[in-house]
């Protein structure tokens, strides 16, 4: 084998740019991700709205939201057990509840990969069904 297919070889491996998911990961993302907009669509776009928007003063967004990308945790805590009291994001305040949604690990991981892919929001790591059955109330 010569250098430059070392050289090949190795950038492939390893991750050409600034993606770094292999190919199986990159698949299994999307995969989830388009398992998640159905989760979104029938538990979540009532409030949150189709465009993750949510309502000034009522829901919180979605989008391009600094809570839901800082967060993880606790982003991940309110989808799977509901949330209650005061939040602010991207500098707004709202209080309020949103009740358990009663999804399973893997749902709630699908919906977490959509929604922050979506509406401006970019995650560089994928939520798994693990993670979200380690988070406790």
């Keep these: 084998m010569n250098l430059y297919t070392l050289f090949i070889s ?3 491996s390893f991750g050409a740019g600034t993606n770094y998911y292999t190919p199986v990961q990159k698949s299994s993302l999307q995969d989830s991700i388009k398992k998640g907009k159905v989760v979104y669509e029938s538990f979540c776009m009532t409030c ?3 465009n ?3 309502l000034p003063k009522a829901f919180p967004p979605l989008a391009k939201a600094d809570y839901l990308m800082n967060k993880r945790a606790e982003s991940i805590k309110a ?3 509901g949330l ?3 939040i602010v994001v991207n500098g707004n305040t709202f209080k309020g509840s949103m009740a358990p949604l009663g999804l399973s690990d893997k749902q709630v991981a699908d919906v977490m990969n ?3 892919n ?3 929001n970019q995650n560089d790591k994928m939520v798994t069904e693990k993670e ?3 988070i406790r109330p």
């Design 52 to 54: 993750g928007e949510g």
């Design 114 to 116: 959509y929604i922050t």
């Design 10 to 12: 190795l950038y492939l």
């Design 48 to 50: 949150h709205m189709a």
């Design 84 to 86: 209650s009291g005061t």
């Design 132 to 134: 979200v059955s380690e």
């Design 118 to 120: 979506s509406w401006g």
């Design 79 to 81: 989808i799977k057990y």
